[in-house]
């Protein structure tokens, strides 16, 4: 089955700071959505985006679908925007979702 | 987007007990998804809750250990069976088939002692 690989897999941030979080996937998909895990284990819909870039406040994306990865890119991090960040991904346009290995972010004061 | 409620939100079980989840959706919706987190790990579907009919199980999962109703589009329940502490977890459901993609409720934090 497909793979989808996070990196990095951990990252620690001052507040302030950008960075960029990485999911690679190892066959073609027809969804790809980024979301932010909470502490409290909720899951937020930050893109849904299976080709181009998008925006949104100081998150964008961006997935090159022939190139099989996508991009996550946070600047002026802020202590909120701790959490895990997972992508996943839809090879049949079922919405079956398998997710990505995840990337915990926290951000220090 | 839809509006995904989940109930409980939390719970601890005794090993050996069931425990069944429930999802309100506030509309109808034709996908709805079961997802388990174990702790520390990522997400793994479990099931799509199928309206009318018997779910549809992945690999590794089986009816007799996660039985799943869908009675309307707007609702269904998950069950984890017999419970040992391996089943501690946050349970997940999902809807999807928009053009915004899928949506989360917000977990069921099970615990098994």
């Known amino acids: 089955g497909i793979q989808v690989e996070q990196s990095p897999p951990d990252l620690i941030l001052q507040e302030g700071a950008n960075s960029t979080l990485r999911c690679n996937f190892s066959?073609?998909?027809?969804?790809l959505q980024w979301f932010h895990q909470n502490p409290w284990g909720q899951l937020i819909n930050l893109f849904y985006?299976?080709?181009g870039t998008k925006q949104n406040g100081r998150l964008s994306a961006t997935t090159v679908a022939t190139e099989r990865y996508s991009l996550l890119y946070i600047s002026s991090s802020q202590t909120t925007d701790s959490g895990v960040y997972f992508c996943a991904v839809d090879r049949l346009g079922t919405y079956k979702y398998i997710f990505g290995t995840g990337t915990r972010l926290k951000v220090l004061a | 987007s839809a509006v995904i409620s989940q109930k409980p939100s939390r719970d601890i079980c005794q090993r050996g007990t069931s425990l069944t989840i429930q999802c309100q959706v506030d509309s109808q919706v034709t996908m709805m998804f079961w997802y388990r987190q174990q702790p520390g790990q990522s997400l793994t579907l479990i099931a799509t809750?199928?309206?009318?009919?018997?779910?549809?199980?992945e690999s590794g999962f089986v009816i007799d250990k996660f039985p799943i109703s869908r009675p309307n589009l707007t609702f269904s329940t998950l069950t984890v069976s017999n419970m040992s502490p391996e089943d501690s977890s946050i349970y997940l459901c999902?809807?999807?088939?928009?053009?915004?993609?899928?949506?989360f409720g917000q977990g069921t934090r099970l615990t098994v002692v």
């Open positions: 809750a199928n309206q009318g009919s018997e779910a549809t199980y």
């Open positions: 066959d073609s998909v027809n969804n």
């Open positions: 999902s809807v999807s088939g928009t053009a915004s993609g899928a949506f």
């Open positions: 985006i299976p080709s």
